[in-house]
């Protein structure tokens, strides 16, 4: 009866804390996130679906993965969501059968398994369907139940054996480190790997695209990025978390560099379809406008930067000033260009990067012999 207690006070503590506790304490803080397929059903089923695979690995971890992709499942047909059932019933019936045969430290050890994986086993919608990382609490209920099984095993036969079983059992829950240490070398490595083993890693994608930009190696990034913004079929019948802002800020970027300016138009064109919000981003937007004044669309691109400024207010960062400077000196209007360059020079501080940037651009702006000097 003291262990059904302590499960039934664990249980308490759980709900407690997912559906009172941190709502109060997140507030607004916590993403309001829509369930897997904007279905209720859908999340419960693709949450149920996804635990055997996951229970399995707690116990027999045979690889590693930093990989969040969880099978979307919408059908109570699913033979994974079946087994998923299974195996909470299984569990359950060898916890009652723990108790009624006097081993309350494995029905405890079965009832923490669960207990401290609820609050992260997907039943509601987060950030990350899925995580390794979501099961790390629950290995002190493993251990329990495991230790509890232990010591009857070594009662029956010897203390010799059971210490040298607890010993090949350490060791082969120490080889996941040493077979993990070599792969994580880098965060280029590590990410590649794991979208080498695991197509469907859209965050895995875009990390790799990070790396290979801040590499310098420009076409790499690009066709990573490319690779998850076509949503090929490698990705068909899965969720995992990406950031469409991040990613869309990444592929301008590349775009630009590379001089792909008709690619970040019709980037534009696509997010104005399926994620229409992303566009306000005050970056994404200037480097749209940027685009436009690589290809003489001046007065689109000088109504970009203006809008983004006015939304930034003084916040406005002194290379927004002189973008905007540029656009009214190639509409030909010389005394708005110096009165934008004012404010970039007043805004930059002890920046010298900007500081020189501003001065090179000064010099296109002073008057050349016989050319007019007082141009609206």
């Known amino acids: 009866m003291r262990a059904t207690g302590l499960v039934a006070a664990h ?52 690889h590693s993965s930093t ?39 494995a029905a405890l050890g079965i009832a923490w398994i669960w207990i401290a994986y609820l609050p992260t086993a997907g039943l509601l919608p987060m950030l990350h369907a899925n995580g390794e990382r979501y099961w790390f609490l629950s290995a002190f ?6 230790a509890d099984l232990a010591s009857a095993f070594a009662r029956r036969a010897g203390r010799v054996p059971a210490t040298v079983v607890a010993l090949a059992l350490l060791a082969f829950l120490s080889e996941r480190t040493l077979a ?57 019948g899965t969720a995992s978390y990406w950031n469409p802002l991040s990613v869309s800020e990444l592929a301008c ?7 792909e300016y008709n690619e970040i138009l019709e980037l534009e064109r696509e997010l104005e ?19 436009h004044i690589a290809l003489g669309n001046t007065t ?8 983004v400024e006015r939304e930034l207010g003084p916040d406005t960062p002194p290379g927004l000033y002189l973008k905007i400077a540029r656009a009214h000196l190639l509409l030909g209007q010389t005394k708005a260009s110096r009165a934008w360059v004012a404010r ?9 990067a900007i500081r020189a940037e501003i001065m090179q651009f000064e010099k296109s702006l002073a008057p050349r012999p016989g050319a007019p000097t007082n141009r609206p």
Request: glycine share 8%; aromatic share 8%; charged share 20%.
């Open 67 to 105: 990989s969040d992709v969880i099978r979307v499942v919408d059908s109570p047909g699913d033979a994974g969501f079946l087994l998923g059932l299974g195996l909470v019933a299984a569990t359950a019936i060898a916890g009652v059968l723990c108790l009624r045969g006097g081993r309350p430290v």
């Open 180 to 236: 993990r240490l070599p792969t994580w070398e880098s965060n280029l490595g590590l990410f590649e790997y794991e979208i080498a083993r695991d197509p469907a890693y859209r965050e895995g994608w875009f990390l790799v695209a990070v790396e290979q930009h801040e590499r310098g190696r420009l076409r790499e990034a690009d066709l990573a990025l490319s690779t998850l913004l076509a949503d090929g079929p490698e990705f068909a």
């Open 300 to 307: 689109t691109a000088l109504a970009t930067f203006e809008a």
């Open 344 to 352: 970039a020079r007043a805004s930059a501080g002890p920046n010298h």
């Open 141 to 146: 209920g493993m251990a329990l139940l495991i």
């Open 11 to 62: 249980l308490g503590i759980a709900l407690t804390y997912w559906f009172a506790w941190r709502p109060r304490v997140l507030g607004e803080a916590a993403p309001r996130l829509l369930p897997l397929g904007d279905s209720t059903a859908t999340q419960l089923l693709s949450a149920v679906a996804n635990w055997p695979e996951k229970l399995a690995w707690l116990f027999v971890p045979l």
């Open 273 to 291: 379809r399926r994620h229409p919000t992303v566009l306000r981003a005050a970056p994404l937007k200037t480097c749209i406008g940027q685009a």
């Open 253 to 259: 970027t590349l775009h630009f560099a590379l001089h």
